[in-house]
């Protein structure tokens, strides 16, 4: 099946630098790839959607000058955390759409765990 | 807006008994319905899906019934295992959404002992 992989799996860093999480879908091409954010014993909520070469769409509520997303490939997007705060401590968790004519269903990364200090 | 209803939990149930997880959800048209899992430290998991009315996905003894009369799909398996222990999700794919998005419950904890 349909691999989706996220690197790093789990980060510490102090308040004020900057994460990147990278999600690659490995056996697939991805026009589109999602980035949620899941807070502890809670469900995924939706940060952005992001389609291969173009600007990715932000949901409501999410800075985007904060939570950079790039699609470069179709194999390839990041998400890059800027400033980190311990607000921004999270389980951040992509997923990937195949191209269209495939199958509709997402795909998901394991996930990130970021931890700001 | 789409959404979707799930049921609290922790759900905890003893092996081999029977489990129910109801899913209730709003959109207009016809979603595409979901059930993910997610197990401990790990990411979510397609568990099953249905795309139309009445359609009955299944997976690893999991099964949900798309019902268009009642907006539901109501997640079942009929003897859980202390191995089924999870977080499970259930999610819609609306029709209005270009993007392809999920629209998902607030999960249910599913705790099964020995």
């Known amino acids: 099946g349909a691999v989706v992989s996220q690197h790093p799996s789990w980060v510490i860093c102090k308040s004020g630098t900057s994460v990147k999480i990278e999600c690659r879908s490995l056996?697939?091409?991805?026009?589109?790839m999602f980035w949620y954010r899941q807070f502890p014993k809670q469900s995924l909520m939706l940060m952005a959607t992001?389609?291969?070469?173009?600007?990715?769409?932000?949901e409501q509520g999410v800075e985007k000058d904060k939570f950079l997303i790039n699609h470069a490939s179709l194999t390839l997007s990041t998400l890059t955390v800027t400033s980190a705060h311990p607000e921004d401590s999270s389980f951040y968790i992509c997923?990937?759409?195949?191209?269209?004519?495939?199958?509709?269903?997402?795909?998901f990364g394991p996930g990130t765990r970021l931890t700001v200090l | 807006g789409d959404s979707v209803t799930q049921m609290e939990g922790p759900v905890t149930l003893s092996e081999e008994a029977f489990l129910t997880i109801n899913c209730t959800y709003t959109a207009t048209g016809y979603p595409s319905l979901f059930w993910y899992v997610q197990y401990p430290g790990e990411g979510l998991q397609l568990l099953l899906k249905?795309?139309?009315?009445?359609d009955k996905g299944s997976n690893k003894g999991f099964e949900a019934t798309y019902r268009k009369e009642t907006t539901s799909f109501h997640l079942e398996k009929g003897s859980v295992q202390v191995s089924d222990s999870a977080v499970y999700f259930c999610?819609?794919?609306?029709?209005?959404?270009?993007?392809?998005?999920?629209?998902f419950g607030g999960g249910t904890r599913l705790m099964v002992k020995p």
């Open positions: 992001s389609n291969e070469g173009s600007k990715a769409t932000y």
């Open positions: 997923s990937a759409r195949a191209l269209a004519g495939s199958t509709d269903t997402q795909y």
């Open positions: 249905a795309t139309k009315a009445d």
């Open positions: 056996d697939f091409q991805a026009t589109t």
């Open positions: 999610a819609l794919r609306g029709m209005n959404n270009a993007g392809n998005m999920l629209t």
